[in-house]
Every structure is written in C-alpha cells, then in structure tokens.
C-alpha cells in the first residue's frame, strides 16, 4: 500500500513538471470555454461565471492541421501573454507592436491588436496549436464578432481582449468545443 501511494505521488508529480516544461503550469483558477457555434466565449473564475465575451473563430471551420486556418478543438492553455501595457487597438506583426493604432472597424485589414494569448494544445489532436500561432487576440473588425470569420485564432473586440489578459495568467485553461454554452445568468 505505501509502495502505491509512493508510486502516485511520483506520478503526480512527473505530471506536474510535465505541465510545466510545456509551458502551460500557472493559473488554476480562471477556465475559458469557447463555443464554436454559439461564437462565444464563458470566462469562469474558480469555477464560477464572471464573464461572457462575443468572439469569432475560425471560417475554415475546426482542426489542426498545418496549413488548414482551422480553429483547433479540445483542451488547450495560455502559454505567453504579448502586449501588457500597449493601447487599444496597438498593431501586432510577429508578435512586436508596429506602434500603428486602429480603431474599432478601421477598414482595409484585419491585422492582430491590443493583446495575445498565445495558446498551446494539451492534446494529440491539438498539439500544432502553439506551432500554427493560434492565439486568442484583438480585432479590429469588432463588428463582425459573433461569425465565424478568423484564419484559426479566436477574436475578440479590443477592451475585451485587455480585460481577459488581466484576468487570467499562463497556464489557464481553454476549452475550444462544438457545444452550446449553458445559460449562465450573466
């Protein structure tokens, strides 16, 4: 009996370290669920809603597939956090601010603003996640927000995107799913 309770302990420790050298130890308390067709996203904090946030995912559907601009599914977490401190709207190219600033709708493009959640998949059929560069970011195409309209990230209108990034840390967990949020009362 305490040979199976050594042997546990080792395993729940090997699987900590794991988390951790794959970069996604950290934030236990906050969970993002994403609805892919209901094109939104449930913030809870211990367990308990605190926010729902309109976003978009991707127009090529779900997957993970190299080259595919799918949305991937499952069990993901926020590997890196980029953009603490620029303001909304703050242009990214590679993950560095291009010091450009665009207002809600500006028109033309679509380029990555105000913040990045860089996710990273915890599953065999997410794994190219944090290699595709899906990241859960701003867009200044915030009236298009509730359709499927990303090449695989997931959208979300600017102040929204900097409240979540100050909510949740590394290592919070992302539910991507193909399920109807419940209804939650917010």
Known sequence: MIRRAATYGVWVLLC???????????????RLIVSVPDQKMLVLTDGKPVAIYKV???????GDRDGSYATPLGHLCVRKKIGSGAPLGAVFHSRKPTGEVLPPDAPGRDPIVTRILWLDGLEGHNRNAYSR?????????????GTPVSYGCIRMR??????LYELVGTGAEVLV??????????
């Open 133 to 145: 560069c899906i990241y859960i970011h701003g867009t200044p195409q915030e009236s298009l927000l």
């Open 16 to 30: 900590v370290a794991l988390l951790f050298l794959a970069g996604c130890a950290g934030d236990t308390r906050h």
């Open 56 to 62: 978009s995912t991707s127009k090529y559907g779900t």
């Open 158 to 163: 600017s102040v929204d995107v900097k409240r």
């Open 177 to 186: 799913s193909e399920g109807h949020l419940k209804e939650t009362g917010l």
